[in-house]
């Protein structure tokens, strides 16, 4: 038979919580377990941090560091009047702003460009949205209106001027 004796080594009481090691918490654990864990994700990593460095370090300089900021048109930007290494000439930027976004679209047509861009970030919305039903339909129309808009009275507009385009049109009547 049996004999049971209660055992004196059993703990009554629970133990109090300890903390979880630094080394698997945290900044260094997310470092040690996903960035470090082996020699290819350790090269990686180290490739990866200087690509970076080498690509947004001089990025920022030549946006925000080294820009011409003041001025009302390119000659600001000329190192020679602003008196060191010029970068980003954000007065360039501005004058031509309209330039960038329209291009040599006619000016009283550029109410199409500008619903087409509020159309497109309405209808765009709903799709990054994740819980939103009908992702389909509204797929649909993102992409439907948003051309139908965009080309609407296409054939009927006149065309732009090859010089304004400086491609080669072999179809084209004006040369």
């Given at each position: 038979?049996?004999?049971?004796?209660?055992?004196?080594?059993?703990?009554?009481?629970?133990?109090?919580?300890?903390?979880?090691p630094?080394?698997?918490?945290?900044?260094?654990?997310?470092?040690?377990?996903?960035?470090?864990?082996?020699?290819?994700?350790?090269?990686?990593?180290?490739?990866?941090?200087?690509?970076?460095?080498?690509?947004?370090?001089?990025?920022?300089?030549?946006?925000?560091?080294?820009?011409?900021?003041?001025?009302?048109d390119?000659?600001?930007?000329?190192?020679?009047?602003?008196?060191?290494?010029?970068g980003?000439?954000?007065?360039?930027?501005?004058?031509?702003?309209?330039?960038?976004?329209?291009?040599?679209?006619?000016?009283?047509?550029?109410?199409?460009?500008?619903?087409?861009?509020?159309l497109?970030?309405?209808?765009?919305l709903?799709?990054?949205?994740?819980?939103?039903?009908?992702?389909?339909?509204?797929?649909g129309?993102?992409?439907?209106?948003t051309?139908?808009l965009?080309?609407?009275?296409?054939s009927?507009?006149?065309?732009?001027?090859?010089?304004?385009?400086?491609?080669?049109?072999?179809?084209?009547?004006?040369?």
């Amino acid at each position: 038979m049996s004999d049971t004796t209660p055992s004196v080594f059993v703990r009554q009481d629970l133990v109090a919580e300890r903390p979880a090691p630094v080394k698997t918490t945290g900044f260094v654990g997310f470092l040690r377990t996903r960035l470090l864990n082996s020699p290819t994700n350790i090269l990686i990593t180290i490739v990866s941090a200087l690509l970076l460095w080498f690509t947004i370090v001089p990025a920022l300089k030549f946006l925000l560091v080294d820009a011409v900021w003041t001025g009302k048109d390119r000659t600001a930007c000329l190192a020679e009047n602003a008196g060191h290494v010029v970068g980003a000439c954000w007065p360039f930027i501005q004058a031509k702003f309209t330039q960038f976004i329209y291009g040599f679209y006619p000016e009283p047509e550029r109410w199409r460009v500008d619903l087409t861009f509020i159309l497109a970030a309405i209808l765009l919305l709903p799709l990054l949205i994740p819980r939103l039903p009908a992702k389909g339909l509204n797929a649909g129309l993102f992409f439907g209106a948003t051309t139908v808009l965009a080309t609407a009275g296409e054939s009927s507009r006149p065309r732009a001027r090859q010089r304004l385009w400086s491609g080669r049109c072999y179809g084209c009547s004006e040369n």
